[in-house]
Structure formats: C-alpha cells, structure tokens
C-alpha cells in the first residue's frame, strides 16, 4: 500500500525568506502523480502544484517549487519570497497514474502547519 | 463557474441522529470524491462515485455510512446514528469524467463540518 509521510508537524519562516516544506512517500508503482495542497484557516483545499513521476524536470508555479527525487521517494515544496498569505496547513499527496475502472483515489500526508512571522 | 458546492458547512447533531451532507460537483464534472478528515490529521479517502454508480467506498466504514450520486442531483453522503467519533470535517472533491489531463487533479469543496454532541 502506498503511504506519504510528512515528518514536520510545523514550520516557522518570515517573510520574504524561503521555507522547503518535506514530504516523502513509498510505493511501487512507476507511474503516479504527487501534489502539495494548501488548507488556510477557511479549511479550503487548494491545490499549490503537481508533479508528474514521468516527468524529470521539477515543476514550478511562480513562488513555488518541488524538488522531486524519484528514486529517493521525496518531493520537497520550496517557498520563496514568503508571505503572510502562505500561512496555512500544508499536504503532500500521491494518487496512482489511471488505470481503467479504477479509483484515482489521493492519499495525503499528515500536513505541516506554516507560520510566516512579519 | 461555482466551483464544488457543499452543504451545510457546518451541521450538529446529537447522538444517534442522521446526517446527510451533500455535494454539488464542479460544472461538467462526473466523478464525485468524499474525503474525511478528522482533528489533527490529513485526509482520508471515503468513497469514489460517478452518476448513480459507487465505484470505490474501500474507505467507508462498513456500517451506518452510505454514499450515492444519482442521475439529477447532488452527492448525499449520509451517516445514520451519528456518534462523536463521526465528528469530523467532511470534503467533497470533484474531476472531469474524461481520461484527460485534467481529470488527475480534484478540485475540493470548502468541506462540512460535523459536530456530533
């Protein structure tokens, strides 16, 4: 069974510095996808950024970054130029790639809870 | 575009109640997700659903919870007999019923969360 570990319950960083966030995972497949989600204080899910395993090149959404490492099984979140806005809970996840007729299910990590001090 | 439309957002109920918390997916989406999440921890995948088929519930309790997605209609997940270990915050995500790129990223709902007294 796959599982995704996120072994920083909390982190603190201020504002306008970088924070990488960990997040490793164990599975045996070849083929899947892994996420970072951000939860705010409003409990929304929102997703931060995705990662194809097929892919080698790390993706990036402006502020932030992944550092995948797919034969250590890690999958690293970079925030840079911090803001209070990126406050919240975050959640590595894995989902399988599609197989037909099966779920696509996501299994999330515990989460880390980001403080950005002023 | 609305986005995925729970409700209640908040609901309470005493023990041994019935909650039903319901779904509206995302315009032009099919495919219906129920995530549980309780205090202090990540979520957990209930119940995978496309109109009026359940294809995976492999994270439902065996008992009192139920989920269906029918033909006209929101997502009803129901829980009968509520207890408080049922308190939790429950969320609804949905993705396009095509094998498209977009169809591996689930857009979620702003959950509903039940107090069980």
């Known amino acids: 069974a796959q599982t995704v570990t996120q072994s920083q319950p909390e982190m603190s960083v201020q504002e306008a510095e970088t924070v990488t966030l960990s997040c490793t995972y164990d599975?045996?497949?070849?083929?899947?996808?892994l996420f970072w989600y951000k939860q705010p204080p409003s409990r929304q899910m929102i997703l931060v950024i995705r990662?194809?395993?097929?892919?080698?090149q790390n993706a990036t959404e402006n502020r932030f970054s992944v550092n995948f490492q797919k034969a250590a099984k890690s999958f690293s979140l970079k925030i840079s130029d911090s803001q209070l806005g990126d406050a919240a809970m975050y959640f590595c996840?894995?989902?399988?790639?599609?197989?037909?007729?099966?779920?696509?299910?996501?299994?999330f990590g515990t989460g880390t809870l980001l403080a950005v001090q002023p | 575009n609305a986005g995925v439309m729970q409700n209640p957002r908040h609901l309470v109920r005493r023990r041994g109640q019935e909650a039903r918390l319901r779904c509206s997916p995302m315009?032009?989406?099919?495919?219906v997700y129920w995530y549980r999440q309780l205090p202090e921890e990540g979520l957990k995948f209930m119940v995978y659903?496309?109109?009026?088929?359940?294809?995976?519930e492999s994270g439902m309790p065996k008992e009192r919870f139920s989920a269906e997605f029918p033909k006209e209609g929101p997502s009803i997940l129901r829980i009968q007999q509520v207890v408080r270990g049922d308190s939790a915050a429950y969320f609804c995500?949905?993705?396009?019923?095509?094998?498209?790129?977009?169809?591996?990223?689930?857009?979620f709902g702003a959950g509903s969360r039940l107090t069980v007294l």
């Open positions: 995500a949905s993705s396009p019923g095509t094998e498209s790129s977009g169809a591996n990223v689930l857009t």
């Open positions: 599975t045996s497949e070849s083929d899947y996808y």
């Open positions: 990662q194809e395993a097929y892919k080698q």
């Open positions: 996840a894995y989902r399988r790639a599609f197989d037909w007729g099966a779920t696509n299910k996501l299994i």
């Open positions: 315009k032009g989406h099919s495919h």
């Open positions: 659903l496309q109109k009026e088929n359940i294809i995976d």
